[in-house]
């Protein structure tokens, strides 16, 4: 891998309420630098942001359900943090 090529790691964080899967997270990201990490969780986004809003304005415009914006909006935030070379915790 030269350089200029930045390699992403996608890590799915899956398991029963209360079973942990916060607290591994929240583990797992002090191993690395906080600027190459991103944790994805339906239970923690801000489904008020301004941004959250766009891409779903977006979204129905191009007549996708109401209810697979949620996980259509962590999947794209997904895929610009691995174009980007990042660690994504997803924690479902």
Known sequence: MSDTQKQATLVFVRGLP?????TIVGVAIELFPEDRCLV???????????????FC???LAQGVEKKLLPYRYLRSQSQKAIEEGHIIFWNQ
């Open 40 to 54: 994805l969780d339906p239970d923690a986004t801000d489904y008020e942001s301004e941004d959250y809003k766009i």
């Open 57 to 59: 304005k977006e979204q």
């Open 18 to 22: 209360g079973s942990g899967k916060s």
